[in-house]
């Protein structure tokens, strides 16, 4: 396990994960923008990152980042299938790191869900010539869901040479500034596709069986360890449980697995094999609706973790970590809402009196407002002031 930090509120203690320190343990979840250009980062990307990194957050992550062309989601994914790619994300770590951030890279292959179209558009299949579309490989021949296009089923040599697309990625990640590398196992796409007999109908060494539906995630993830520097760690993200046969004993199983090829934290989310969104927007959620997998996972397969779903306050992200129910805590619509939501979860918990969470271009403002006794600096609306 991690070193715990020793003072003050957990939230804001360091955690150290193999040669890197995160100053504190507010991490932004990745966060598809459906607004890159050829798989290139756009200005959005920089400024979207950028705000959190000025906001105060310790680890930040890139959205779904494809591996290879195949394996884009939609119009707008970012990816890193080529060299060329490397120098845009370098720009934005570059800031990151000049905010006392880290940068995270979140890589994916969209298997069968590739095609799909922005979530505001339907999120259903993207109806196009097949011409203008981009060929679709899965574990098995069969469609996400009605409606959806049939994949080839990947070949022996599909699967080295997909194998072989995630290292070169991860490398250009490496070469790209990211100090955090991330394996998106979960939400349906083509790692969880593997893992789940709902999705994955081999007949071979990679189906059937768990331990054979395993293979492909270990395989790959080792094959990443490998070609990831060994001073950097290594995020596995799950669905803990899925809406198609999954069960958190089979995470439990997962996350033993991974723990031994070299993953240093497992990212518990759920859901996404056979309904479209990660998000639960459709279903009603409880705050904190995926701690209690962050949990079981950190207590029974020894494996540090990282919650998130619906974390919205610091005094509930401060609970998640007194608790010890996980390492970490992810951010994402709230950090759409609240930037700056590291910052007012120092405010929240008294962390820090002088707004350190900001660079100094804004924080000795607000300290210098604050001294000067205006009621409403930090809630405006405690301000009693006269309109
Ligand atoms: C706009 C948006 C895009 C997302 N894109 C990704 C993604 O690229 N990769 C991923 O693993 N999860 C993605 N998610 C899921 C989030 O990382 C997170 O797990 C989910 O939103 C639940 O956390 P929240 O309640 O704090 O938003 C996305 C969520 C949102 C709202």
């Not at 990152?49 to 310790?58: E, M, Q, S, T």
Request: glycine share 10%; aromatic share 10%.
């Amino acid at each position: 396990m991690p070193e715990q930090g020793k003072e003050g509120a957990r939230l804001f203690s360091p955690l150290n994960l193999r040669g890197v320190t995160l100053k504190n343990r507010i991490v932004i979840s990745p966060m598809a923008q459906y607004c890159a250009e050829g798989g290139f980062p756009t200005d959005w990307h920089f400024a979207h990152l950028g705000g959190f990194a000025i906001g105060g957050a310790g680890l930040i992550f890139t959205e779904s980042t494809k591996v290879e062309r195949r394996g884009l989601g939609s119009f707008g994914d970012l990816g890193l299938w080529d060299d060329s790619h490397i120098a845009p994300l370098r720009r934005i770590t570059d800031f990151l790191k000049q905010m006392g951030a880290k940068a995270g890279m979140q890589l994916n292959h969209s298997g069968r869900k590739a095609r799909s179209q922005r979530p505001w558009e339907g999120f259903g299949p993207i109806v196009a010539p097949e011409s203008e579309l981009w060929p679709m490989i899965a574990p098995s021949a069969v469609a996400h869901s009605k409606d959806w296009a049939v994949p080839r089923e990947m070949t022996g040599r599909d699967i080295s040479e997909n194998i072989e697309a995630w290292v070169a990625a991860a490398r250009r990640a490496h070469a790209a500034g990211f100090e955090v590398l991330e394996i998106h196992g979960a939400h349906g796409y083509l790692v969880h596709q593997f893992l789940s007999s709902y999705a994955n109908h081999r007949t071979d060494a990679y189906g059937g069986s768990l331990k054979n539906r395993m293979r492909f995630p270990l395989e790959l993830t080792e094959a990443v360890r490998n070609a990831w520097p060994a001073e950097l760690p290594l995020f596995f993200r799950v669905s803990a449980v899925d809406d198609a046969g999954w069960t958190l004993e089979d995470t439990l199983l997962l996350a033993r697995e991974l723990k031994a090829v070299g993953v240093d934290i497992i990212d518990c989310s759920s859901g996404g094999m056979a309904s479209r969104s990660p998000t639960a927007a459709q279903t009603q959620c409880v705050l904190g609706y995926q701690v209690p997998y962050a949990e079981s996972v950190r207590k029974h397969a020894g494996i540090a973790t990282m919650a998130v779903g619906l974390i919205v306050s610091g005094a509930q992200a401060e609970a998640i970590l007194v608790n010890e129910s996980a390492d970490l805590v992810a951010i994402g619509r709230q950090a759409l809402y609240d930037p700056f939501w590291a910052t007012h979860a120092a405010e929240e918990l008294a962390e820090y009196a002088q707004f350190e969470t900001l660079p100094k271009q804004y924080g000795w403002w607000l300290d210098r407002r604050k001294k000067a006794g205006f009621p409403g600096a930090v809630n405006p609306s405690q301000a009693d002031v006269a309109l």
